[in-house]
């Protein structure tokens, strides 16, 4: 999906970004979602171009980590791989610059989207998590460049055993 530096999507799938704290799990939930053909975790919405995850483990590069999602639009709605990442989330929507024990800018949580379309759902869909437990922290920013991270950190839980099948239902154990 990506040649010469250019993003290249067939007619028939689409892209979308989130950023869901580390991005290994995150990567793993949408890998096993029926209707998401790829993935790639890496950095986006920040100010350096070709950061290195040391870079931006810093914190000085105004980058999170996020995973690109290309999916076919027939197979999976949008609003699903949105209601996934607010479902991976969960409380975690009110924390600034956290996700579970992840802390700094680089976990920030957000739904960046691709067309007006894609921030239009995010938009309502986040609506009804404000209702009274505090403000929600999530951004939802028109997509930046997206630098794919280092080959080690891609399907990074999968090549250590853990299953990626289409609807598995197992839970997610983050390591590092």
């Known amino acids: 999906f990506v040649e010469g530096g250019e993003e290249v999507i067939k007619d028939k799938y689409e892209v979308a970004t989130f950023a869901l704290g580390c991005f290994w799990g995150g990567e793993l939930a949408y890998q096993r979602m029926p209707g998401v053909v790829g993935t790639h975790v ?73 067309n007006d379309e894609q921030g239009k759902v995010a938009k309502e869909l986040l609506k009804g998590h404000g209702s009274g437990d505090g403000e929600v922290m999530t951004e939802v920013e028109e997509a930046k460049i997206f630098y794919v991270a280092e080959d080690y950190h891609q399907q990074y839980l999968l090549k250590g055993g853990q299953s990626a099948k289409k609807g598995a239902s197992e839970s997610i154990r983050c390591y590092g």
Do not use: F, M, W
């Open 42 to 114: 890496g950095y986006t919405q920040g100010q350096k171009e070709n950061p290195t995850y040391e870079e931006v483990c810093s914190g000085t590069t105004g980058h999170t980590e996020a995973i690109r999602v290309i999916y076919d639009p027939n197979s999976v709605s949008y609003s699903s791989l949105v209601q996934l990442a607010l479902d991976r989330l969960g409380g975690d929507v009110y924390k600034l610059n956290q996700v579970g024990n992840d802390r700094g800018t680089q976990y920030r949580h957000g739904i960046y989207y691709h």
